[in-house]
Nanobody, 124 residues
Framework: QVLLDESGGGLVQAGGSLRLSCKGTGQNFHTYLMGWFRQAPGKDREFLAGISWTGSSQEYSDSVKDRFTISRENAESMAYLQMNNLKPEDTAVYYC?????????????????WGQGTQVTVSS
């Protein structure tokens, strides 16, 4: 089992940057694919980015590709989402997730463990 705790959200002006962090506690963090999602009010949860067990592969949704970067540091049981050139439409609650086996599950949001979320608000 792994517990996930996100941090780093806040209020930022359009064009600004934020770095979200996801701390994993428990065993074998390195055996999980990690992903970042967001959910805006009245909208479905959206897959943003995923990273492989070793960090060698990343995937991004078209909505954030070229603006967001996912990374991980297994020695620290941490995952990160660097968000640049933020837009008002990026306003949402952001979640990290851990999935043991399947990229498909991760992309579909069917992950094993989820954090509690951190609010990101981008003002225009």
């Amino acid at each position: 089992q792994v517990l996930l705790d996100e941090s780093g959200g806040g209020l930022v002006q359009a064009g600004g940057s934020l770095r979200l962090s996801c701390k994993g506690t428990g065993q074998n963090f390195h055996t999980y694919l990690m992903g970042w999602f967001r959910q805006a009010p009245g909208k479905d949860r959206e897959f943003l980015a995923g990273i492989s067990w070793t960090g060698s592969s990343q995937e991004y949704s078209d909505s954030v590709k070229d603006r967001f970067t996912i990374s991980r540091e297994n020695a620290e049981s941490m995952a990160y989402l660097q968000m640049n050139n933020l837009k008002p439409e990026d306003t949402a609650v952001y979640y990290c997730a851990a999935e043991r086996n399947s990229w498909s599950n991760l992309r579909l949001g069917v992950a094993d463990y989820w954090g509690q979320g951190t609010q990101v608000t981008v003002s225009s």
